[in-house]
T-cell receptor
Framework: DVKVTQSSRYLVKRTGEKVFLECVQDMDHENMFWYRQDPGLGLRLIYFSYDVKMKEKGDIPEGYSVSREKKERFSLILESASTNQTSMYLC????????????FGNGTRLTVT | GENVEQHPSTLSVQEGDSAVIKCTYSDSASNYFPWYKQELGKRPQLIIDIRSNVGEKKDQRIAVTLNKTAKHFSLHITETQPEDSAVYFCAAKAGNNAGNMLTFGGGTRLMVKP
């Protein structure tokens, strides 16, 4: 069974702090994604990566950056956290084949005060 | 880019009744339409998907239909049970995007009353 692990389930940070959200998958998947989940807005894609050191902007990349130095790890970085980045963050991975299902992590609920 | 609208945002049904959730998409090049279920406090999981060369797909009590001309697709759950209570997300993937990037709808909270 695919395991996607997010380092923290709950995180509280102050405005202006630099925040790192870590995600690790154990199935050698090529694709990795960071989504943000807000009520009524569904899952919105922040960034994704289809290979090591490759990254592509999603629908809402502003205020975020990512890093993929190793195939199994995809990090989301908030350079200077703001209160409007309070949200649930979901990491996902999928194999490189077309139309492969996404495997999600349990999510990190980030609160920025 | 792709835009996916999902309705209704909440749906309450009696156990045993059917539930229907509808989604529309904007990009006529989209060719893959999965549905994810997220139970309370858990991660979203794929429950069924359909490709653009198919009009309908069934898996036990759930079915998905696709109307390419109208650019809409629907999830049908028959004989609903309390364990069907969850948030359901539809999604669409444009045909020419790398990395299988999906655009999700806003979600439907389904409540099945015993």
């Amino acid at each position: 069974d695919v395991k996607v692990t997010q380092s923290s389930r709950y995180l509280v940070k102050r405005t202006g702090e630099k925040v790192f959200l870590e995600c690790v998958q154990d199935m050698d998947h090529e694709n990795m994604f960071w989504y943000r989940q807000d009520p009524g807005l569904g899952l919105r894609l922040i960034y994704f990566s289809y290979d090591v050191k490759m990254k592509e902007k999603g629908d809402i990349p502003e205020g975020y950056s990512v890093s993929r130095e190793k195939k199994e790890r995809f990090s989301l970085i908030l350079e200077s956290a703001s209160t409007n980045q309070t949200s649930m963050y979901l990491c996902a991975s999928s194999p490189g084949q077309t139309n492969s299902p996404l495997h999600f992590g349990n999510g990190t609920r980030l609160t920025v005060t | 880019g792709e835009n996916v609208e999902q309705h209704p945002s909440t749906l309450s049904v009696q156990e045993g009744d059917s539930a229907v959730i509808k989604c529309t998409y904007s990009d006529s090049a989209s060719n893959y339409f999965p549905w994810y279920k997220q139970e309370l406090g858990k991660r979203p999981q794929l429950i069924i998907d359909i490709r653009s060369n198919v009009g309908e797909k069934k898996d036990q009590r759930i079915a998905v239909t696709l109307n390419k001309t109208a650019k809409h697709f629907s999830l049908h759950i028959t004989e609903t049970q309390p364990e069907d209570s969850a948030v359901y997300f539809c999604a669409a993937k444009a045909g020419n995007n790398a990395g299988n990037m999906l655009t999700f709808g806003g979600g439907t909270r389904l409540m099945v009353k015993p």
